[in-house]
């Protein structure tokens, strides 16, 4: 089963060969789970989003494996339960791509659409998916607010908005206003290692979302580096 993207003509192809190193991992997990989705993982979610979620790539047991975005690993258990206690998804979800989830104002974009050996992309691996990940944020008119899944996503978001990175380094709940009135909002990522370690707990991720919230109607403004209060 596949899901269609939400943002149709931005996304890579099945086959995608722009860096070797993925291909050779995709080629190997092909191999070893021929019935599992190894391939570039489509967005998911609202393509009249007002929050992008900008994550960093898929895991192998997870998006590579089912095909969707945060699904069937441990990161997509809080992010998902964390949207449905915001009102940002409808239906439950259960870890399948056919278990009727749908987002609401929300969308997923990860910057890496290949999955990376350790979860670890290479700079080269990233800088060639760029051209999809800058795309897809330029295709979502209605977004206010990205929030930034890691520091590898909130290089790339500032990356295809031509930004500097020294000028808007990464902190868990930073707010930064961006050069088109939208705003990045930083969080480490909701993987089971930074939930596991209490880096991220539950209630420090739900007040990232909380932010977004507040922040969704300010458009306007200087360009700024802020913590939120």
Known sequence: MEIPSPLPGTEPPRDCPRCPRLVALRRECQAEHPDWWNAPVHAFGDPDAWLVL????????????????????????????????????????????????????TVIVNSVKCLPPQNKPLPAEIANCRPYFESQLAALTNMRVII??????????????????A????????????????????????????????????????????????????????NSSTSPR
């Not at 930034?148 to 990175?165: K, M, S």
């Not at 380094?169 to 930073?174: K, Y």
Request: aromatic share 10%; proline share 5%; glycine share 14%.
């Open 167 to 222: 000028a808007y380094p990464f902190a868990h709940g930073a707010v930064h206003r961006l050069p088109a009135g939208h705003f990045l909002v930083d969080s480490y990522h909701c993987s089971r290692y930074n939930t596991n370690t209490g880096r991220l707990t539950p209630s420090m991720f739900a007040d990232v979302f909380r932010t977004a919230f507040v922040l969704r109607d300010q458009t306007s403004g200087p």
């Open 54 to 105: 900008a994550g960093l790539a898929p895991g192998k047991h997870g998006a590579n494996r089912t095909g969707r975005p945060f699904t069937g690993d441990y990161a997509g258990d809080l992010l998902f339960a964390t949207l449905a206690k915001f009102g940002l998804s409808k239906g439950r979800y259960d870890g399948r791509i056919d278990d009727g989830l749908m987002l609401k104002g």
């Open 148 to 165: 930034a899944l890691g520091r590898i996503a909130h290089d790339a978001v500032l990356r295809a908005v031509g930004l500097r990175l």
